[in-house]
């Protein structure tokens, strides 16, 4: 990849490239019965003052309401309301043993840490907030109310089903000091993170709307068209989401025909257009010292990678480039085409956030760390962004899905060849299991007690819920299984019984067991070894079932001759056995009522050296001390 200087390189093959509209070939059909989904359009204007950080914004939607129900409010999120003193936000911060760090000082010690909320000490100047000028519906003025970060709002006359109307909103807003996602002057030196940043739309779906307040978690939004004007200062350069529809306008070398420059007579302000479909949510990123470099994917989108000007990383960032191509190919192959033209690393943010055809992430780490948060950011474009679940009420289903096919991804492009590159996530589960912290992740992303066990309930246990998931069914059917979801479910909202259906369908399997066992309980997963006894060339091998989750069990048993032999135990309430090798015997099916389990092994041949559960460690087992017996010691012991 030979790099090109922004003003080099033509804006119709780079950046938010001007492929106009594009339209997007899947399945957007949710196949559960009655299912239905809403949609909006949104057109939008936004005129930023880079000196003061505010902006002037009008907004038209044009909302259809494909619920049964009639509607008599909606709500908006006005997510830059959270950073203010005294709201939800700085509340949660100042309340919850243990806040992110991003977001708070420490007044205190290393030794006894104080931790002060940063939002707490914001000036008038510094706040964010989303004021609303006016709204109609139709036409017609409406009544609204702010609460927080939502905006609650009366209709004038109630929507039908199968109506669809226009709200017109003229609003205006200020970008708020960096403190987590979005905002101003990053501690980077990124001059705009735009995420979060218009009055967006609240969904309502199968269980209503979700009007939540913004505390910094997750999200869940309409499925829609935007259409996005943003006039800013000629110098700056803006990457996110959305196709360009301009760049003959722009000038800067985005159009070879034109010099460099804005347009004659333009002024000191650009406007970019950029239109995006079939996407959930909208978000861009402005500097005027972006570097840009361009990697077109073999047979997939164009990649655009928006960093700051640094002698220190330019060259990570630049090797970043063909991983994140290898990166893109191999969800594509593992889970399902990537289906716009483009896609964006962009320097913002506070750390990783992944949107609609775009990441924001912190710029200065190493290589390493540049490709580890690409990595995960990136794959959210499949579990969240394009399997949109409601991440409040199912956030293990994006957070822990990414984690697990990212870690997949790492561990085959960098050929690590490890047979559990989940190990880490197995490790962090368990220890919360262990701890008396764990909630059920069925808890909503807001309402965990403290944040460690939101991060490792959410990522941890999430990861294992798919690893563990390919324990019980297979590996070739897991994989199988996510093609499956993605297919089945992309362009919609899915839920957890969703996900568990398609594995039912591809592995003909009962698993409601799992779903509810894993997803929606604290049960633990804990077996042992109780006793190998032989006796007359036969030894009997009883295993007990501890913990109240029970699975079925994959055995080694090692001979003193070097051999081994693998052992499969069904469980009785699965209806059937995931595939095994011929090598492997399978037993019959363990009752989940049964603690016990006995059988036994003709041992005429060669006696037994040891005796192993689960030998890949992919059971979630919250105690493996009692998992081995060794009956014979090697000399070297």
């Known amino acids: 990849m030979k790099k090109q200087p922004i003003w080099k390189t033509p804006f119709s093959i780079i950046l938010i490239i001007a492929t106009f509209f594009v339209g997007i070939k899947s399945n957007s059909q949710n196949p559960n019965p009655g299912y239905w989904q809403q949609h909006v359009d949104y057109t939008m204007e936004i005129d930023m003052d880079v000196e003061t950080f505010q902006y002037q914004g009008k907004q038209t939607l ?18 830059l309301n959270a950073f ?66 939502v905006l609650e709002v009366t209709l004038a006359t109630p929507i039908q089903p199968g109506e669809k109307v226009t709200f017109d909103m003229i609003f205006s807003a200020q970008v708020p000091l960096q403190i987590r996602r979005n905002g101003r002057n990053s501690r980077e030196g990124v001059a705009l993170s735009m995420a979060q940043w218009y009055p967006k739309l609240a969904e309502y779906d199968f269980q209503g709307w979700h009007a939540d307040s913004y505390i910094a978690r997750e999200f869940h939004g309409v499925w829609g068209d935007f259409d996005v004007k943003i006039t800013i200062d000629k110098d700056y350069t803006i990457g996110g989401t959305g196709y360009l529809q301009n760049p003959e306008e722009i000038g800067h070398g985005y159009d070879l025909n034109k010099t460099k420059g804005p347009k004659e007579g333009s002024g000191e302000k650009l406007t970019w257009h950029f239109k995006a479909p079939k996407v959930h949510d909208y978000t861009w990123a402005a500097d005027p010292e972006y570097n840009h470099d361009s990697y077109q994917v073999p047979d997939g989108p164009m990649l655009h ?64 760390g540049l490709i580890g948060v690409t990595s995960h950011e990136m794959a959210h474009t499949w579990f969240q962004f394009l399997l949109a679940t409601n991440e409040g009420k199912h956030e293990w ?132 070894i109780t006793s190998v006894e032989g006796t007359d060339n036969i030894t009997t091998i009883t295993l007990n079932r501890i913990g109240l989750m029970p699975m079925p069990i994959d055995l080694r048993v090692e001979y003193v001759d070097g051999t ?61 001390s009692n998992n081995s017996v060794i009956l014979v010691k090697d000399k070297d012991d």
Not at 581 to 604: C, H, M, Q, R, Y
């Open 305 to 368: 990678f928006l960093y700051k000007d640094n002698p220190e990383t330019n060259e990570n960032w630049e090797k970043l480039q063909p991983i994140t191509s290898q990166l893109m190919q191999y969800f594509t192959e593992n889970v399902g085409k990537y289906p716009y033209k483009q896609y964006s690393v962009i320097q913002g943010g506070d750390g990783g956030m992944e949107y609609a055809m775009c990441t924001l992430i912190t710029g200065g780490r190493s290589l390493g």
């Open 62 to 79: 044009i909302y259809t309401n494909n619920s049964p129900d009639v509607l008599n409010r909606v709500f908006y999120h006005l997510y």
């Open 397 to 528: 289903m994006d957070e822990g899905f990414t984690e697990y096919i990212s870690s997949s991804a790492m561990n085959e492009i960098f050929g690590r060849n490890i047979e559990n590159p989940y190990l880490g996530s197995y490790k962090g589960y368990i220890r919360l299991a262990n701890s008396g912290y764990e909630q059920p992740l069925t808890t909503h992303a807001d309402r965990y007690d403290v944040n460690r066990a939101y991060g490792t309930s959410a990522y941890g246990k999430g990861a294992v819920f798919l690893a563990q998931l390919g324990y019980v069914i297979g590996e070739d059917n897991l994989r199988a299984t996510i093609k499956k979801y993605f297919n089945d479910f992309a362009f919609t909202h899915p839920t957890p019984n969703d996900v568990i259906r398609s594995a039912e369908k591809v592995s003909g399997l009962e698993l409601d067991w799992y779903l509810m066992d894993f997803g929606q309980t604290t049960n633990t997963i804990d077996y042992g």
């Open 84 to 149: 203010q003193p005294e709201s939800n936000m700085d509340m949660r911060l100042q309340n919850v043993s243990d806040p992110d760090r991003r977001m708070v000082t420490n007044i205190g010690t290393k030794e006894n840490p104080i931790y002060e909320s940063r939002i707490s000490k914001l000036k008038s100047n510094e706040i964010g907030y989303i004021k609303v000028a006016s709204l109609t519906q139709n036409g017609v003025p409406l009544k609204y109310n702010v609460v927080d970060t």
């Open 564 to 624: 081994y032999r693998n052992y499969y135990i069904p469980l009785e309430i699965m209806r059937g056995e995931k595939p095994t090798p011929n090598d492997t015997k399978v037993l019959p099916d363990w009752s989940w009522a049964n603690p016990s389990f006995s059988f036994g092994i003709n041992t005429e041949k060669s006696k037994i050296k040891s005796v192993l559960i689960d030998p890949v460690k992919k059971m979630a087992d919250v105690d493996d």
